[in-house]
């Protein structure tokens, strides 16, 4: 397994918001959370990135166990994570965002290939390389975060809710890319409001539930499942 929860639990002062969560995600797998607001998918990232300390159990990540490990260094092992929000710099530019990306990284031919990447994933990041980043559209900015996310090179991407606020026509085209991203390699963790696109893209989700686990199982198993199509997928 690329990454495994075992037992986390994780509080905000006296709020405990994740309850001894335990899963996993191997390597190659897209694997999605999904869940109603405040279930804690959002937490759950925070704790795999180490945004936010674990108040018990363990996170192993490649073999190691990670559970204390700074944030900074964790994205150096290969853990990136764009955030819910997105939480790009307004004033950069954006291939000034795509290069913060790489910050921790020193081979520039590398670099480049990454930036290559990243500007064939999303074509539009490249005709706008030089505008300043806030000034970009919702759904461009929203590309951004998970392009400048990709210039870690990570060997695990966390996407927390990256169709949020994306027109339909948008919300297809970035799961596409997510897929494709996928295929070129990378392992996605991915945090969904939108459960039926993100249990039709991927090969296996959990569902979360004031904290807790409530139910697990690969992406088409769920969909068809009468209580997740019930609560989260707007029919009965
Ligand atoms: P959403 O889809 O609405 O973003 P979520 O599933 O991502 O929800 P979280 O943001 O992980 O949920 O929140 C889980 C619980 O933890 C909620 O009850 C929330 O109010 C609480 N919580 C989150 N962040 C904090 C914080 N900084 N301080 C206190 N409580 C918090």
Same mark, same amino acid.
């Given at each position: ?20 969560? $335990?899963?996993? !995600? ?91 990447? !990243? ?20 759904? #461009? ?14 060997? &695990?991407?966390? &996407?927390?809710?990256? $169709? ?15 897929? #494709? ?18 249990? $039709? ?7 979360? #539930? ?5 139910? #697990? ?20």
């Amino acid at each position: 397994m690329l990454l495994e929860l075992d037992n986390v639990s994780l509080s905000y002062g006296r709020i405990q918001a994740l309850h001894g969560i $335990s899963l996993t !995600v191997g390597e190659g797998e897209v694997v999605a959370l999904i869940g109603a607001n405040g279930a804690g998918k959002s937490t759950t990232m925070r704790a795999i990135s180490g945004l936010r300390p674990l108040s018990h159990g363990a996170i192993r990540f490649d073999g190691q166990d990670i559970s204390r490990l700074r944030a900074d260094l964790r994205v150096i092992r290969g853990v990136a994570q764009s955030p819910e929000g997105r939480g790009i710099f307004p004033g950069m530019t954006v291939r000034e965002n795509l290069e913060m990306g790489a910050y921790t990284r020193r081979n520039r031919s590398e670099i480049d290939e990454d930036l290559d990447r !990243v500007f064939g994933l999303f074509p539009r990041l490249k005709e706008r390389e030089k505008q300043s980043g806030g000034t970009m559209s919702g759904g #461009e900015q929203q590309m951004l975060a998970v392009g400048r996310a990709l210039m870690t090179r990570p060997k &695990l991407l966390l &996407l927390d809710e990256p $169709s949020m606020g994306l027109a339909p026509m948008l919300i297809q085209q970035i799961f596409d890319i997510i897929v #494709e991203i996928n295929q070129q390699g990378t392992t996605i963790l991915l945090v969904e409001q939108n459960a039926q696109q993100a249990l $039709s893209r991927a090969h296996r989700a959990y569902v979360l #539930e004031t904290g807790r686990i409530v139910k #697990e199982g690969t992406g088409t198993e769920l969909l068809h499942d009468p209580a997740v199509k019930d609560a989260y997928l707007g029919v009965a």
